[in-house]
């Protein structure tokens, strides 16, 4: 089923407000109570306008799943709940569809959840753009280079346990289509000093933890580690570890995605053996030494780590050991090498560990960019996404303090810039009057910054390069001199200064105030820090490594290039970044998310509201607000405006057939809204104050709690009628049905009443008659009584003396056979003694015999013997058979039964010869004219034996032949005289009409050499056939009479074709027939046996059928002429 477009709005189950422009009344307390609302309803996002805002939940919500990516999918910006993924979804799709460059500007403090937000965008702008095997790749490497970024740049600090040391700004590249391409990362000023330093509570940079926890031992050998932290004092030990956090389990996602983006096995590798130098040059102690000529000189404690740094870099170690020790400084091309004191060696080695790691970040980043960029030409949309490090404010605020914040001065600018121009813009297209607004614009902060001539970072620039001592407090001194008159910067130490008794404002620091708020900056370090040195003597150190990776990140160690122009200072490269970077920006459509974070303590639920007052103040929300609001708080299209509020209103309601601003305009016209509260653009109403809007919600509401009263009402009514109308109708068919049982019953009382009453009357008359009767018959009774009483005493008597003497008579019995059976058993014995005894006797006397005689027999007296039994037994067996022979009757079946088994055969043949010669005396007998019919009845079983039904019933009748004694009658006189021959058979046979199939009485006459057929009555002879011309007869296999006569084709008698009859002596007829054709003729006559055959009537075939059934006419069979083809013989 297709998934069904419910219309919603912004304006739906809102907590607060969703859009802060619709705040009423506007001011600081507002804005963070409905922050605060929303944020205990988990509700983290919130706009302003087509700002997000976000709120940082500190713990996972339910809010990012593949259901609700679906949800924004393709969604208007104000049609659901604020979401960061409507942002994107807008972005996405003004990318694709418009073809807008966008970016996705993601500010806010450390802890805000930047990262995260950016994240969420490209996780999102990757789950609903183009799907297939190479795209999927792109969008794999693209999203898997955040662990290796994060692994290298991001550090637990006190307020972020993955805190972004680096600002990131990624151009995600499309093609026409909104399909993936590639991408492009630009990185700011990675923390560097962390590298060798760590504030109280904070770690390094993750890698340094995930390799020493992650790497197996082979790796941690080759790179010449131990798993122990507390073995590198760059490592500081109070807070190792992070809750929550598996290091060991991170490197393997972090080599893992190493190996997606494509970064060879070798190229890994030496990247960590980067790391592994890092780590261990931190190892490498200074201890001083003093020389002859009174200069402090340092050397190396413990040369053990330093010769396994080299090992792994490959460098000569003696080289290093001098880089750490001198520092060769060339002017007007004279070389001239100091030594450096313990302090100097110290600072030499730390300058070299977090330029070499500075360094190892930055050639990632272009590395991934190598593996990440597009691979085509085409033109490219592009979607650039900007995670980069919130406004600062801290206790102690340095040099990359007043670096970020100036950063986000830039980022405040273009904002307001931006949204303006928005603003502006949509104003004109909507054809709507501009109003001048007035917003607080911070060039004027930009410029005390980053002017060329006198801004603080060319005054910086200036300092640095400066000759002669230069230090922190000689910049202050300048700025003061320079600076002291300008609105926004304050400083004690300035001559005509306001604040010289500002005891707030340290004698070391200056303030700024920002347009997010007043910053004071500890001028310590500025100097240093922006000068960045690495002593040149650890470049060309660097340089000469073995090692390829580190010689490519030191390409001005190389002598040949040598260069004695100063490189430029950090704040210059940052001005110059950040400029670059504001002109990208421009040229994009902007899209804002600000983050907040809800408390310091990291966790889910606290909501502290001087944290957040603090943000909403220097993120500018407020402002932000009224800049959005400044002309006409809120606006909508005209067809969603009217769809929400239509209801309001009886000409629009329910539905509006003209067009949608006109219908906005008669409705609001009814509702009487004043007309300076609202303009009309060319595709949007525009409605000036946030009150008029919640006026038209409330209504809204009101309405619809009065449609869903009325629907409610409606439903009720019809609910009610429904069940009453269902009540009626089962009342009626109950009380039908009542009433239908109640008569009933009452009828059967009255039948059982009148039952009842006529039973008792009719009781009454015969009993009075019986009385009557009674009377007249009492003596008569009471004899019978009497005599039936003796009657039954007599017979009982009798029939106990019948049991007695039947019961002596069955013991007599009983005693006489059990005598018998007693005398029988002896007699047996006795006979089995006997026989016993005259066995044995006979054998005794055989032997005595054969023993006496032997020697008078010659060798083959026993066959003799044998042969004579045998004979004699034959002989005896023959006389016997003479008296047993059976009678002489052909039929008779009895025969004697064998004697002997031996003599078998002889007596089965014996009987077969006997009943041959009695069948041959049996037909000796018979005369010539029962001959002749036993030879007619052979024939009739050869004809048709187990062929017509009808044979076995005709086998007893006598073939008489002339049943019609035409010689006698003298009817047929006439006839009689007519026939000059023999009459074989004569008899009444019905003649079939062949046009209707009814039946007319013939006779039928057979002579020796034609067939007649003549009137019944009056013996006129209608049809005269010469046998010659019959050529078939045929019949059914049934038990029917039916025959035809087929005649030859263009006879004289077959004009009107073949004849069909039915006889009661259809069997004789067909022999006789058959028999006189054959002595005639001398030919066979064909007898067709067949349920289906033709016959030929006049010029048509017609074929007979004979079928089962039709019992209509008892055992008569029928014949119907079914059509001019088909004649039907119904046989039962
Ligand atoms: N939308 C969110 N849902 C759940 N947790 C979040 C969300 N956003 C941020 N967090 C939590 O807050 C932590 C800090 O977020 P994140 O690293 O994005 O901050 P950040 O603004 O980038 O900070 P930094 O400037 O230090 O890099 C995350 O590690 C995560 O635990
Ligand atoms: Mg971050």
């Known amino acids: 089923m297709a998934k069904m477009e419910v219309k919603t709005s912004l304006l739906d189950n809102m907590i607060g407000v969703g859009d802060m422009v619709l705040l009423e009344p506007l001011n600081e307390d507002t804005v963070i109570d409905n922050l605060k609302k929303r944020f205990d309803h988990n509700e983290i996002y919130t706009y302003i306008g087509s700002v997000v805002i976000s709120v940082n939940p500190y713990r996972s919500l339910p809010i990012y799943s593949p259901e609700k990516v679906e949800d924004y999918r393709n969604r208007n910006f104000y049609e659901l709940s604020p979401h960061i993924f409507a942002l994107s979804d807008e972005a996405y799709r003004s990318l694709r569809d418009q073809d807008k460059d966008q970016c996705i500007l993601i500010t806010g403090e450390s802890g805000a959840g930047k990262t995260e937000a950016s994240k969420l965008v490209m996780s999102y702008v990757a789950a609903v753009c183009g799907k297939g095997a190479e795209v999927n790749q792109v969008k794999e490497q693209l999203l898997q280079s955040n662990p290796v970024l994060e692994a290298f740049g991001n550090a637990k600090t006190v307020r972020n346990d993955n805190s972004s040391r680096f600002g990131k700004y990624m151009d995600i590249e499309f093609d026409f289509k909104g399909d993936p391409l590639g991408g492009v990362i630009s990185n700011y000023l990675l923390e560097k000093s962390r590298v060798v330093k760590q504030p109280r509570g904070e770690r390094n940079f993750h890698v340094f933890y995930q390799l020493l926890s992650g790497a197996s031992e082979e790796l941690l050998n080759k790179l010449k580690l131990e798993r122990d932290f507390s073995r590198y004092n760059y490592l500081s030990l109070d807070s190792a570890t992070v809750n929550g956090v598996d290091d060991a389990a991170n490197f393997r996602t972090v080599r893992n995605a190493m190996q997606i983006v494509g970064f060879m096995d070798h190229e890994a590798e030496s990247v960590l053996e980067v790391v592994a130098a890092v780590l261990k040059l931190g190892n490498i102690e200074f201890k001083p030494e003093s020389r002859v000529n009174g200069l402090d000189e340092s050397k190396i404690k413990d040369k053990n780590e330093l010769k396994e740094i080299c090992e792994l870099t490959g460098i000569d170690q003696s080289v290093l050991e001098r880089a750490f020790s001198f520092r060769t400084v060339e002017a007007k091309q004279e070389k001239v090498s100091t030594t450096l004191n313990v302090a100097q060696a110290y600072y030499a080695r730390d300058a070299l560990a977090k330029n070499l790691y500075s360094r190892l970040f930055s050639w990632l980043v272009n590395r991934i960019n190598e593996s990440i960029k597009a691979q085509t030409k085409v033109r490219k949309k592009v979607m650039g996404v900007l995670d980069i490090y919130g406004f600062e404010i801290f206790e102690d605020n340095s040099f990359e303090q007043f670096i970020i914040n100036y950063c986000n001065e830039k980022l405040q600018q273009i904002f307001i810039e931006l949204t303006l121009k928005e603003e502006q813009e949509e104003y004109i297209r909507e054809d709507i009057e501009w109003t001048h607004i007035e917003y607080f614009n911070n060039a004027i902060i930009c410029d005390l910054i980053e002017n060329n001539t006198n801004g603080i970072l060319a005054m910086l620039d200036e300092e640095c390069l400066r000759p002669g001592t230069v230090t922190d407090e000689t910049f202050l001194e300048k700025l003061n001199q320079v600076c002291a008159t300008h609105q926004h910067f304050e400083s004690r130490m300035s001559k005509c200064s306001r604040f010289l008794n500002d005891t707030s404002l340290p004698h070391s620091c200056f303030r700024i105030q920002h347009y997010a708020g007043k910053v004071l900056y500890q001028v310590e370090g500025f100097v240093d820090k922006n000068n960045d040195l690495l002593y040149r003597d650890l470049s060309q150190a660097m340089w000469k490594a073995g090692h390829a990776l580190i010689k490519s990140l030191f390409p001005e160690g190389n002598p040949a290039k040598i260069n004695l122009k100063r490189p430029p200072t950090a704040g210059s490269q940052f001005k110059a970044s950040v400029a670059?970077?504001?002109?990208?920006?421009?040229?994009?459509?902007?899209?804002?998310?600000?983050?907040?974070?809800?408390?310091?303590?990291?966790?889910?639920?606290?909501?502290?509201?001087?944290?957040?007052?603090?943000?909403?103040?220097?993120?500018?929300?407020?402002?932000?607000?009224?800049?959005?609001?400044?002309?006409?708080?809120?606006?909508?299209?005209?067809?969603?405006?009217?769809?929400?509020?239509?209801?309001?209103?009886?000409?629009?309601?329910?539905?509006?057939?003209?067009?949608?601003?006109?219908?906005?305009?008669?409705?609001?016209?009814?509702?009487?809204?004043?007309?300076?509260?609202?303009?009309?653009?060319?595709?949007?109403?525009?409605?000036?104050?946030?009150?008029?809007?919640?006026?038209?919600e409330d209504l809204r509401k009101q309405r619809l709690e009065d449609l869903a009263t009325l629907i409610q009402k409606i439903y009720r009514g019809w609910k009610c009628r429904t069940h009453f109308l269902l009540m009626r109708k089962s009342q009626i068919v109950i009380a039908a049905w009542f009433r239908r049982y109640a008569q009933q019953k009452r009828y059967q009382q009255i039948k059982s009443s009148a039952l009842v009453i006529q039973s008792y009357i009719r009781g009454w008359k015969v009993r009075s008659l019986l009385q009557a009767y009674w009377h007249q018959k009492a003596p008569t009774t009471i004899a019978a009584y009497w005599h039936g009483t003796q009657a039954r005493r007599e017979l009982s008597r009798l029939k106990a003396e019948a049991r007695n003497k039947h019961a002596i008579a069955v013991i007599w019995a009983y005693w006489l056979g059990s005598k018998a059976r007693r005398e029988l058993k002896r007699l047996k014995e006795e006979a089995r003694r006997k026989h016993a005894v005259a066995v044995i006797w006979a054998y005794w006397l055989g032997l005595k015999v054969r023993r006496e005689y032997r020697k008078f027999f010659r060798a083959n007296a026993g066959k003799k013997i044998y042969e004579f039994t045998l004979q004699r037994i034959v002989q005896k067996y023959f006389l016997e058979m003479k008296n047993k022979v059976p009678s002489l009757s052909p039929i008779d079946k009895n025969w004697p039964s064998r004697p002997y088994l031996f003599l078998?055969?002889?007596?089965?043949?014996?009987?077969?010869?006997?009943?041959?010669?009695?069948?041959?005396?049996?037909?000796?007998?018979?005369?010539?004219?029962?001959?002749?019919?036993?030879?007619?009845?052979?024939?009739?079983?050869?004809?048709?034996?187990?062929?017509?039904?009808?044979?076995?019933?005709?086998?007893?009748?006598?073939?008489q032949g002339p049943y019609l004694e035409i010689n006698k009658n003298p009817k047929y006189k006439k006839l009689k005289d007519a026939i000059e021959e023999k009459i074989i058979i004569a008899e009444v046979v019905n003649k079939i009409n062949r046009a209707n199939g009814k039946s007319t009485s013939r006779i039928f006459l057979l002579t020796n050499n034609n067939l007649l057929l003549a009137d019944q009555k009056s013996g006129q002879i209608k049809s005269e056939v010469p046998l010659v011309d019959v050529t078939k007869v045929s019949m059914s296999s049934q038990n029917d009479g039916f025959f035809a006569i087929h005649l030859k084709e263009g006879c004289e008698a077959a004009s009107k074709g073949d004849f069909l009859f039915s006889s009661d002596h259809l069997i004789e007829m067909a022999t006789k027939l058959y028999r006189t054709t054959l002595?005639?003729?001398?030919?066979?006559?064909?007898?067709?046996?067949?349920?289906?055959?033709?016959?030929?009537?006049?010029?048509?075939?017609?074929?007979?059928?004979?079928?089962?059934?039709?019992?209509?006419?008892?055992?008569v069979p029928t014949c119907k002429r079914k059509n001019n083809r088909l004649l039907e013989v119904a046989v039962p």
Not at 905 to 934: A, G, N
């Open 580 to 696: 670059t970077l504001m002109k990208n920006l421009q040229t994009k459509n902007p899209n804002y998310i600000r983050c907040i974070k809800p408390n310091d303590k990291k966790a889910a639920h606290i909501f502290n509201e001087g944290l957040v007052c603090h943000q909403v103040r220097y993120l500018g929300l407020l402002e932000n607000v009224r800049v959005r609001r400044a002309g006409y708080a809120f606006r909508q299209a005209y067809e969603p405006c009217l769809e929400r509020y239509k209801m309001l209103c009886k000409q629009t309601w329910p539905h509006w057939k003209g067009p949608a601003r006109a219908g906005v305009e008669v409705l609001f016209n009814e509702l009487e809204i004043p007309v300076e509260e609202y303009s009309f653009g060319r595709s949007k109403i525009f409605i000036r104050n946030p009150r008029t809007l919640f006026k038209l």
């Open 904 to 959: 078998d055969s002889t007596h089965k043949e014996l009987k077969r010869i006997f009943h041959l010669w009695r069948c041959k005396k049996y037909r000796d007998q018979f005369t010539d004219q029962q001959k002749l019919i036993y030879e007619e009845k052979l024939e009739a079983s050869e004809l048709f034996k187990d062929k017509k039904a009808l044979y076995p019933s005709s086998v007893g009748q006598p073939f």
């Open 1079 to 1115: 002595s005639q003729t001398k030919q066979k006559l064909n007898i067709e046996i067949s349920d289906e055959f033709l016959v030929q009537f006049r010029q048509d075939k017609v074929c007979v059928k004979f079928i089962q059934g039709n019992q209509k006419n008892g055992s």
